[in-house]
C-alpha cells in the first residue's frame, strides 16, 4: 500500500513536472532602428511583437516569452552577425522583421544553418519565397511581385496603359523594373521607355525631362527610399502631374508619404496590405500601439510583425518546443492564420503567407480630416491573387 | 612641418617591451575563443590585420590614404567569388583576394604616391568611392545583396573551415603570422627608411634615397595585407558586402589606428578589438553608434593623439 | 531642331540648363570649402553636416514659428554661421599648429557627430519643405519647362559667388585676410587681430553652406543625410577648381554641373562617377587644380 502511495506520489510528481514544464521562448526582433527604415520598421516592430505577446496571453499556455531587438543597420554583414550571435550563444528561437532584402536573404541562411525560425516582415525580395526559399523561413506582409502586380495592373485597367520607367541603376531596381514592365504589358499596357540613375541621386531634374518629353501616361518609379522622394518631389516642381503624368510608386510606404507631405504626394498610386484606418480592429489596434510610439502610425510592416508573432506563438504551443525550426515552421504552414489585423488567412508550401492587397492613393490635402488620414481605398486585390502563383516561383522546396 | 605620430623613443635595449606584449598576445589569441564568442574574435582579429596593414601607411610613412577599404573589400569579393563561383579552395582563394589587393594596390599607389599630403588622401577617397560605384552595378558581386552563403571549404584538403575552431585557428595563425611580418618590415633597414621619410622627406631624398619607390612599396604591402585581411573576413562571414567598400570603412580604419595608437606595433591591434567591442555592445541601441564614432575622432584629435597604447608606451617609457 | 549624337536639341538644351542649376549649388557649397581652406587651411569635412542644419534650420523655423523661405535665406546663414564661430572657437583653434590631416579627421569627426544626433532625433525619412509661393510653378521655354524656383537658384548663387569673391579679392577687408594667411606674424605685427579674422571666415564659410542648405530644402529631400550624401562630390569640385582658389571654386562648380547634365543625358549610368574620374586626371596633370595656387 504505502509502496503503491509512494510510486503514486513520484508518478504524480513526474507528470506533475511534465504538465507544468515551461517552454521559453526567445524573440528576436531585427531590423534598422536609426537609418532608413526605422520609421517604416524600427521600434514600433518591437512594439507590434509586444502587443502579439500580451494578447497570446503566453502564461495561460504554460510558456515564457522573451524579447529582444537589435539594429542591423542595413548591413548584410552587421544582420549575418547579429543573427549568429543571437542563435549561438543568446539563445535566440526566432528571428523577425529584417526590412532590407540584402539583410534578409543572410539572415535566412544563417537561419537555415542553425534550424531555427526567420519571419519575415520588412523585406520586399519575391526570391525569399522563390530560388532562395528555405524550410526555415515565412515572408509575411508583402514582396516585389505583389506591388509590381497590384499596381502595375490595377493602374492599366484603369487606363494608365503607357508607362515610362525611373529605375535605381542596381540589382533591385532593375528587378522592380522587369517584373513590373511584365505585368503592364500582360495587362495590355506598352513601356515607351526607361533611363536608369545612379542610387542616391539627389537631383532628378534630367530624369524627370525624360520622362516627361515620352508623354507616357504613367512614370513608374522602379526604385525606393529616398530616390524615390526626390523624383516625387521634383516631379511636383516640374509640374509633371499637373501636365496630366501620374507617378506609379512601386515600392514607397505610408513613412513616405508623411515624408513627402500629401501637397506633394497626392494623387500617387500605390500598393499595400495593410492600413491603419481601413477598418474598426485597426483602429483599436492602432490605439494600443500608439500608446508606447505617440505621435506616430503604424505600416504595414508593423501589422505584419504582430500577426507573424501571433501566429509563431500558436504553432509553439502546438509543438510544445521551440527548438526544432523546421517543425515550427510545418506548423505554422499546417495552421491556417487569423488575427484581428489581417483576418484569415493561410501560409503556402513556399513559405509565403497570403492575404488580400488593396490598391491606395494619396488624398488630396483639402480631403485629410485628421492626421494620419492620408489614403483612399481605390481597390481590393483578392489573396488568392495578388501574390506570384507557386509554380511561377522556382522554389526548390516545391518543385522538388 | 608638424609630424603627424608622436615620435617614440626608438631604443634598441627596450626591445624586451615588445617581446612581452608580444608573447602576452599569443597566450591571449590561443585562449579567446574558449572565453569569448569566436566568431566575434575572428571579427575582431581581421579588422586588427586591416588597422595593423593602414598603420603601416600612415603611422611609419606618414600617408593617410582615406580610400583603404578599397583593397579590403574588393579582396573580399573577389576571395568570395573564386570560392563559391570557382570552387577554389580556401587557400587560394584567399590568397587571390591577396594578389587582387596588390595588384589594385601597386595601380592606385602609382597614381596616388606622386601627390602628398591633402591631395593623396583625397586621391585615394576618390579611387575607393569609384571603386564603390563600380561595386555597386557590377553583377559579380551582387550589388546590395553582396556574394552570401560562401563555403568555407577544406584547407589543404583536409582541415574542414566549416568547424568553428578550426576557422578561429586557420584565422589566428594567418593574422599572427601576417602581424610578426609587419613587425619584421617596421624594423628593417627599409622600415627606417620609412620612418626618416615620415620625418623629413626632404631630408631623405638629399641622403640619396628614391623617396617615391619607397612609399609605392609601403603602399603596395599596406594594400596587400589590408587585402589579407578582407579575404579572411569574407570566408568567416562567408559574405562579401558593399559594406567593405564603402568610405565609412575607410573611415573606421582611420578611427581603431588613432585609437589605438599612431606609429605604434600593438596599437591598431588594441584599437580594433575596442572599436568592434563597441559596436557590437551598442548594437541594441544602434542610434547611437555615429555620434559614439564622431565623439571618438574628436577627443582622440583634441586630446588623445597618441592613442592608448601610444600613451602607454610613453608612460612605460618603452616601445610598444 | 537638330540632333547631337542621337539626343534631339530640345532635350539637349533642357539638360544643360538643368546641369547649370546644379552646377550652382556646386558652386555654392565648393565656395565655402574654398574659402575656409585657402584662408585657413582648414580642410572642413564638417561641411555637409552644417549644409544639412542649414536645411533642417530652415524646417525648424516654419514648422515651430511659421517663419517662411525669404527670411529663411537670411536668419538661417547668421545662425549656421554663427555655430561654426563656435565650432571653430571650441575645436579648431586648438588644432591649429598640428598636421592638417587632423583637422580632416576632426571636422569628419563633428560632422559624425552632428549627423547622428540628427537622424536620432528626426529620424532618417525626410521632412516636408515645400517651395515658398512666390516661386511656384514655372514657365515654358519652348524647350523645357523651367520651375521659377530653379531659375531663381541659379541667379541668387551665381550673385552670391560673384559677391563672396569680390569681397575677397578686391576689398580691403579680403586683401587682410589673404595676407593673413600667408603670413601671420607680419599681419599681427600691423595691428589686425588674425584669430578674430579667422574666427569670422570660418563662421563666413559655413554660413555659405547654411545658405545652400535653405536653399536646397525646397527641392532636395531634407535628411540628415543629405549633407554626407553630397560632400564627397563637392569635395572634388574643390580638389578640382584649386583648394585655395575662390574663383576656381566657383567656376569648376558651374562647369562640373554642366558636364554631369550632359553625362546625365549620354551616359546616364556613369553620372555620378564623372566627376571623380575627372578629378583623379586633374590631380595627376596639375596636382593644385585648374585654377589653383600650390601652397
Known sequence: MRVATSLALVAAALFGTAAQAQVNVKIGVMNDMSGLYADISGPGALTAAKLAVDDFNPAAHGMKVEIVGADHQNKPDVGSNIARQWFDVDKVDVIVDVPTSSVALAVSDVTREKNKVFLVSGAAASDLTGPKCSPNTIHWTYDTWMLAHGTGTALVKTGGDTWYFLTADYAFGHALERDTAAVVT???????????HPLNTQDFSSFLLQAQSS??????????????????????????TAGGQQFAGLLVFVTDVNSLGLKTAQGLVLTETWYWDMNDANRAWTKRWQAERQGKFPSMVHAGVYSAVLHYLKAVAATKSAADGKAVVNQMK????????????????????????????VKKPEESKYPGDVYTVRATILAEEAFRPIKDGNCPMVTN | MATLAAATPVRRETEWSVAVAGAALVILVIAAPFVLYPVFVMKALCFALFACAFNLLLGYVGLLSFGHALYFGWAGYLAAYSAKVWGLPPEFAVGFGTTAAAAAGLIAGVVAIRRQGIYFAMITLALAQMMYLVALRVPMTGGEDGIQAVPRGKLFGAFDLSNEMTMYAFVAAVVLAAFFLIYRIINSPFGEVLKAIRENEQRAVSLGYKTDDYKLVAFVLSATLAGLAGSLKALVFQLASLTDVHWTMSGEVVLMTLVGGLGTIFGPLVGAFLIDGMENYLSSFGQWVLVIQGAVFVICVLAFRRGIIGELAARLRVRL | MFEVFGVPSQALFGQLLLGLINGSFYALLSLGLAVIFGMLNIINFTHGAQYMMGAFAAFLLLRHTGIGYWPSLVIVPIVIGAVGVGIERVFLKRIQKLDHLYGLILTFGLALIIEGLFRNYYGSSGQPYGVPESLQGGRNLGFMFLPNYRAWVIAFSFLVCLATWY????????????????????VRAFGINVPRMVTLTYGFGVGLAGLAGVMAAPIYNVSPQMGSDIIIVVFAVVVIGGMGSIMGAIVTGFTLGIVEGLTKVFFPEASNTVIFMIMIIVLLIRPAGLFGRMA
Request: charged residues 20%; hydrophobic residues 40%; proline residues 5%.
Open chain 1, 186 to 196: 500582360a495587362a495590355g499596357g506598352k513601356v515607351l521607355g526607361t533611363v536608369k
Open chain 1, 215 to 240: 508623354k507616357a501616361k504613367v512614370i513608374g518609379l522602379a526604385n525606393a527610399g529616398g530616390d524615390t522622394i526626390n523624383a516625387i518631389k521634383q516631379g511636383a516642381e516640374f509640374g509633371i
Open chain 1, 334 to 361: 499546417a495552421l491556417p492564420t487569423e488575427d484581428s489585423l489581417f483576418g484569415k488567412g493561410s501560409i503556402r508550401p513556399d513559405g509565403r503567407k497570403i492575404h488580400p492587397a488593396y490598391l491606395f492613393q
Open chain 3, 167 to 186: 569681397a575677397i579679392e578686391r576689398t580691403r577687408l579680403g586683401s587682410y585676410l589673404r595676407a593673413a594667411t600667408e603670413n601671420p606674424a607680419l
